[in-house]
């Protein structure tokens, strides 16, 4: 069975950080890419970050770019995402997916979601 198991989120304040884990099971990164969506409060779900490990390719989010770092470990099986600099317009719940790998990052595409972790961000 594929799973997607996400930790990490919380409550910060403004300009503070936070790092998201997801751990996948059941698949490897040359399977899959894994992109982090977020969906905010009367917000439709959208692309934050991907990353494709097996193709060296990263996509960020243009509000998110500079500010958040998506990394992945191949031995461990998890990829991360470290928020820096948040903002209270981060404030969302987060969502681990797999898609297949060279696609956009966008929800359209994923193929297994994880369950969402709330990150709040107080101004």
């Known amino acids: 069975d594929v799973q997607l198991q996400a930790s990490g989120g919380g409550l910060v304040q403004a300009g503070g950080s936070l790092s998201l884990s997801c751990a996948a099971i059941g698949f490897t990164f040359d399977d899959y890419a894994i992109g982090w969506f977020r969906r905010a409060p009367g917000k439709e779900r959208e692309g934050v970050s991907c990353i494709s490990s097996s193709d060296n390719i990263i996509y960020y989010k243009d509000s998110v770019e500079g500010r958040f770092t998506i990394s992945s470990d191949n031995v461990k099986n998890t990829v991360t995402l470290q928020m820096n600099s948040l903002k209270p317009e981060d404030t969302a719940v987060y969502y681990c997916?797999?898609?297949?790998?060279?696609?956009?990052?966008?929800?359209?595409?994923?193929?297994?979601w994880g369950q969402g972790t709330l990150v709040t961000v107080s101004s």
């Open positions: 997916a797999a898609l297949p790998r060279r696609h956009p990052c966008g929800r359209s595409y994923v193929n297994y």
